[in-house]
């Protein structure tokens, strides 16, 4: 079946240095995604999110990228704290349905 | 205050007990949700509900059922827990401004069957 995975489970970066995360998705239906951050004990919490007609999206810090053709989607977290360190999961949603599907996660770990 | 509250925040249990988890929201949020959380894996959707009379069925409703007793109050109830039931659950919660909306989440539950 089709789904949301994540290239690698585990990344650690510098603390100043930028991040990247990235999400391959097989959905071709999917128009809508999201990244949500879960810190430790704590719920998953929206970052940024991007629908299928744009390919970036920039927040405070963080960008989104879209890549239709290769169906990949990727954060980027610039100047990395000691705060991002947390689980990044990257979600989406099928044009014509309500239900995210959500990838298995990206552990990033900022070194001091 | 959390915005989405989950109670109890851990709870361990013995297979075969009954055992309720609540969530409540002050958002006025309509959808409500019940996900699970295993380690390595993503979340997974157990039960849904749009309003008080409307509950749907997730990816994974299989030993779980749920209440929505009022439009803030939505409760996941495990009959007769068993061990693979071990899993953080997380309650969530979207508004009705479009099928884009964000979900809120709460804190969690870590639910032990042991």
């Known amino acids: 079946g089709e789904s949301v995975g994540l290239h690698l489970p585990t990344l650690s970066v510098q603390e100043g240095d930028n991040s990247i995360i990235n999400c391959a998705y097989s959905?071709?239906?999917?128009?809508?995604f999201i990244w949500y951050k879960q810190e430790s004990g704590k719920g998953p919490q929206f970052i940024i999110d991007?629908?299928?007609?744009?390919d970036k999206r920039q927040g405070q810090r963080v960008t989104v990228l879209l890549n239709k053709t290769v169906k990949h989607l990727s954060l980027q977290i610039a100047a990395t704290q000691p705060g991002d360190s947390a689980v990044y999961f990257c979600?989406?949603?099928?044009?014509?349905?309500?239900?995210?599907?959500f990838g298995t996660g990206t552990r990033l770990t900022i070194i001091p | 205050d959390a915005d989405v509250t989950q109670t109890p925040r851990n709870r361990i249990t013995k297979t075969g007990k009954r055992i309720m988890l609540e969530c409540s929201q002050t958002?006025?949020?309509?959808?409500m949700y019940w996900y699970r959380q295993d380690p390595g894996l993503g979340l997974q959707l157990i039960y849904y509900?749009?309003?008080?009379?409307?509950?749907n069925k997730g990816e994974i409703s299989d030993g779980y059922s749920v209440s929505r007793q009022a439009q803030a109050k939505f409760s996941l109830s495990l009959e007769s827990a068993i061990p693979n039931q071990t899993a953080l659950y997380f309650c969530?919660?979207?508004?009705?401004?479009?099928?884009?909306?964000?979900?809120?989440f709460g804190s969690g539950t870590q639910l032990s069957v042991l």
């Open positions: 958002k006025g949020h309509d959808r």
């Open positions: 509900s749009f309003d008080v009379k409307d509950i």
């Open positions: 979600a989406e949603l099928p044009f014509g349905n309500e239900k995210l599907t």
């Open positions: 959905n071709s239906a999917s128009d809508y």
């Open positions: 991007i629908r299928s007609n744009m």
């Open positions: 969530a919660t979207k508004g009705t401004g479009g099928r884009d909306e964000k979900l809120f």
